[in-house]
């Protein structure tokens, strides 16, 4: 399997720069920088490029940006500058935009919108000479089959549990097929929160941010999030999203995080202790995903990364 880190680019662009030289140096594969100025992260290119300087194999990725609050010139020309800085190094994801447009009051992007983005951004990358995967964020049916068409990847949002991945799968493969393209080219990266602990609590505490996030992602897409076998999800979800506050994005002390049952957790996340972690890790791998991208969204995300490093990720190597 290969694993990447989703890493937030705190105001003190050090952390990002500690937690890229650990990843690097310790057998992951990539870091995805989250893109969100309204809620107070550091600026993603920023970080990126102090990341490029510091690390010397990771794969580095915004994850991700969007058309709303990026044009295309300008998101073009920053991601081909740390393409050259990383020594071509640099990926691009993009999406219809989440916190970076709802904390500002906007709308998303349309998937349309997103696919013409997509056509532009390869042109203006061609007048610079450079060529790099472009992944599309996804979560619902619609994203999922337009990630299918037009992307090299997908950043797939949709929890952990197998149901989830074999529907994901499906809906890419789908749009896939529509376009004439194998499946097999694209590359599908599924984003797993992340908390491992000794208890059950600590792990559930420090997993609720991500939970949450995703039980909002259930409020856009109610039928997509809720197969059979996870109907039961589905008031837990609702109770969560109606309350989910933007401007407490994805922190580990979110007010929303409160309301996140523990069936919740266990649907959406890699939480627990490190042989809990690995059986649902094997699940997701016997679903269909082998790329995963690891969110750390407690207090230590650090810490969480060393103790997957040595307590989980031996049993995939």
């Known amino acids: 399997m290969i694993f990447d880190m989703f890493v937030i680019p705190e105001q003190d662009p050090r952390n990002a720069v500690e937690i890229t ?56 020309n920053a991601i081909v500058t740390i393409d050259r800085l990383s020594n071509g190094r640099a990926q691009l994801g993009i999406g219809t935009g989440d916190s970076a447009v709802r904390a500002q009051g906007l709308k998303p992007a349309t998937i349309a919108a997103v696919t013409e983005y997509i056509a532009e951004l390869r042109r203006l990358f061609a007048v610079r000479g450079a060529s790099m995967p472009i992944y599309l964020a996804a979560s619902g049916p619609k994203a999922l089959a337009a990630a299918g068409r037009v992307a090299d990847g997908a950043l797939i949002s949709v929890g952990t549990h197998p149901s989830l991945v074999r529907q994901a799968l499906d809906q890419v493969a789908r749009g896939a097929a529509e376009a004439g393209r194998n499946l097999a080219d694209i590359d599908l990266a599924f984003m797993a929160g992340v908390a491992i602990a000794d208890t059950w609590a600590e792990a559930k505490s420090e997993s609720v941010a991500i939970t949450a996030r995703r039980a909002k992602d259930a409020q856009y897409h109610p039928v997509f999030f809720f197969p059979p076998d996870l109907e039961h999800l589905r008031a837990d979800a609702s ?31 890699l939480a627990g202790t490190p042989s809990h972690c690995a059986t649902k890790l094997a699940a997701m791998h016997a679903a269909g995903a082998e790329h995963i991208v690891l969110f750390p969204s407690g207090h230590d995300r650090l810490g969480a990364m060393k103790r997957f490093a040595t307590e989980v990720r031996p049993a995939f190597s």
Do not use: K
Request: hydrophobic share 40%; net charge positive; aromatic share 10%.
């Open 21 to 76: 030289r650990y990843l690097d140096r310790n057998g992951f594969a990539g870091a995805w920088l989250g893109d969100s100025p309204p809620i107070g992260w550091g600026d993603v290119y920023a970080s990126l490029a102090l990341c490029a300087t510091a690390t010397e194999r990771l794969v580095l990725r915004t994850g991700v940006t969007n058309p709303v609050s990026r044009q295309p010139m300008v998101t073009a």
């Open 239 to 269: 109770h969560v999203a109606r309350h989910y506050n933007y401007g407490e994005h994805l922190r580990a002390d979110a007010s929303h995080g409160r309301l996140v049952s523990d069936r919740l957790v266990d649907a959406y996340t």
